[in-house]
């Protein structure tokens, strides 16, 4: 008899994006309207150094920080770091050197690409100037890059700068991305491919007796693994709850809507659904609720309320 071959654990790509819109003060804002108008400035602290990048307060004293100092294009590479292999989205597209440069006029090091043949054309002290982007707005990105230069350092020195520019640059839009693929592992394949079948299933430890839903695959209190299939619900108790004022972009819900911890009948924890059926000022502690489905949805849609007597305090205490 040949042996049943195991279920393929599930994959799909995932994206956690998370953009969002940062105001800048005053050092900041003239930072980035040098940067966009192809000159970069620094502040200089309260022992006389010059920062670049330029922050609004003294990293050594605390103190508020307004001089700004225009510094040189030019710069000497200080440390450096091969990429041999550019990811999507970085400065460049084929390989480069991360670089820290130290700016004629500058005491601290701006970290920043450079654009390079190979790692053996990179040296630590190697001097190299700005390559700016032929369309600029005023952040970071206006420096495509850096460059090797034969040119000597510039004199020391920097020169003062009022911040004052024709359209300051503001506020800025930082974007956080992160794109890779995902597999939930046996236990939660096991629990999603259930759930397609409109079961919920999870996972008892073999020392505990705990039953985890969703199952992790492993018991986080025994450190042993669960491998019990146990078919918990399909009804459960609301433990605690949330009333939502806010309304998600994309999600369409009226708002205010309730999401609510439910302990279904024979798991050891609760996972979190939303509630509907009821007015969201009558769900409470204790409430009985059943899954309700929609055509070809892989989850429950909401939770409703099966009419059944509240359930009693000590029953669901400890999953609180």
């Not at 409109?198 to 450190?223: D, L």
Request: proline share 10%.
């Amino acid at each position: 008899m040949t042996a049943a071959s195991p279920p393929e654990v599930l994959r799909a790509p995932l994206v956690v994006e998370f953009p969002f819109t940062r105001s800048l003060g005053p050092v900041q804002s003239a930072f980035l309207s040098g940067l966009r108008d192809g000159l970069v400035l620094g502040v200089r602290t309260s022992d006389g150094s010059v920062m670049v990048p330029p922050v609004e307060y003294d990293p050594r004293t605390a103190e508020e920080l307004r001089e700004l100092v225009e510094v040189e294009a030019t710069g000497t590479v200080t440390t450096w770091a091969w990429n041999g292999s550019p990811r999507p989205n970085q400065p460049l597209a084929t390989p480069f050197a991360w670089v820290l440069v130290k700016l004629d006029g500058a005491d601290t090091a701006l970290l920043h690409v450079l654009d390079a043949p190979g790692p053996e054309a990179v040296t630590t002290g190697m001097r190299v100037r700005v390559r700016w982007a032929s369309e600029r707005t005023g952040a970071i990105t206006d420096i495509a890059c850096f460059e090797p230069h034969d040119a000597p350092a510039a004199p020391a020195g920097a020169t003062p700068h009022d911040g004052v520019f024709a359209d300051p640059v503001t506020g800025i839009v930082a974007e956080a991305r992160l794109d890779y693929t995902y597999s939930p592992g046996r236990a939660q394949t096991a629990y999603i491919n259930a759930l397609s079948e409109r079961r919920t299933v999870g996972e008892r430890c073999p020392s505990c007796h705990k039953v985890y839903v969703p199952p992790r695959g492993a018991c986080p209190t025994c450190g042993v693994a669960t491998t019990d299939q146990v078919e918990v619900g399909p009804a459960g108790t609301v433990t605690t709850y949330c009333i939502v004022n806010i309304k998600a972009r994309g999600l369409d819900i009226e708002v205010p809507y309730v999401y609510a911890h439910i302990a279904l009948d024979g798991a050891g924890l609760a996972l979190h659904g939303r509630i509907g059926g009821i007015p969201y000022d009558q769900v409470r502690m204790g409430l009985r609720v059943e899954p309700v489905w929609t055509d070809g949805g892989r989850y429950p849609d909401h939770y409703r309320p099966t009419g059944e007597p509240d359930a009693d305090y000590d029953v669901y205490k400890e999953l609180i």
